[in-house]
T-cell receptor, first 114, second 117 residues
Framework: AQSVTQLGSHVSVSEGALVLLRCNYSSSVPPYLFWYVQYPNQGLQLLLK??????LVKGINGFEAEFKKSETSFHLTKPSAHMSDAAEYFC????????????FGTGTRLTVIP | GAVVSQHPSRVICKSGTSVKIECRSLDFQATTMFWYRQFPKKSLMLMAT?????????EQGVEKDKFLINHASLTLSTLTVTSAHPEDSSFYIC?????????????FGSGTQLSVL
């Protein structure tokens, strides 16, 4: 079984401040891990993904995430928040066969304060 | 990059009518497409997995006779909400996986907001 837990349904940061969105996963098999961003009334856009290569993954828009097996975590960070980063962020996990579905967390809404 | 087109983006219908939502992969062949439902402030709930040329696999609790899925070609899957009721109002999102691809190559449509009056 696989699942992800996103701590904090709502995170607020000031423009220019560090962004940290937390994701912990549970998986009985080696996982693939993903972060997606969703803007209002839009679908999901892939930010970055961990697929068992480098544990520090860099994505689009300056985001990165680090896979920490010992902590079963895959937290998303960005050094300096922009107003345009305000959106809903979803962490997701799947197995590495690619045959099965993604399991999504409940999402974290990021608000950026000017 | 790969694009998935979902249409319509927004639909309002009367209770009892049926609504069809289309999901197209524009520049790749999608042997597998997924349909999700998203409630306000909630995560995406997988409704069904659609494989080209075969019957869709529905998740537990999803009524297959109410949510009809057709995946007749490698580039098109449709979700028809039959006899829609207000409780069916939701945001529906499709995703498509490139032929032979894993979840690394999963692309999402822009979603359809369904409002049933």
């Amino acid at each position: 079984a696989q699942s992800v837990t996103q701590l904090g349904s709502h995170v607020s940061v000031s423009e220019g401040a560090l962004v940290l969105l937390r994701c912990n996963y549970s998986s009985s098999v080696p996982p693939y891990l993903f972060w997606y961003v969703q803007y209002p009334n839009q679908g999901l856009q892939l930010l970055l993904k961990y697929t068992s290569a480098a544990t520090l993954v860099k994505g689009i828009n300056g985001f990165e995430a680090e896979f920490k097996k010992s902590e079963t975590s895959f937290h998303l960070t960005k050094p300096s928040a922009h107003m345009s980063d305000a959106a809903e962020y979803f962490c997701a996990v799947s197995d590495q066969t690619g045959a099965n579905n993604l399991f999504f967390g409940t999402g974290t809404r990021l608000t950026v304060i000017p | 990059g790969a694009v998935v087109s979902q249409h319509p983006s927004r639909v309002i219908c009367k209770s009892g009518t049926s609504v069809k939502i289309e999901c197209r992969s524009l520049d790749f062949q999608a042997t597998t497409m997924f349909w999700y439902r998203q409630f306000p402030k909630k995560s995406l709930m997988l409704m069904a997995t659609s494989n080209e040329g075969s019957k869709a696999t529905y998740e537990q609790g999803v009524e297959k006779d109410k949510f009809l899925i057709n995946h007749a070609s490698l580039t098109l899957s449709t979700l028809t909400v039959t006899s829609a009721h207000p409780e069916d109002s939701s945001f529906y999102i499709c995703s498509a996986r490139d032929r032979g691809g894993s979840n690394e190559k999963l692309f999402f449509g822009s979603g359809t907001q369904l409002s049933v009056l």
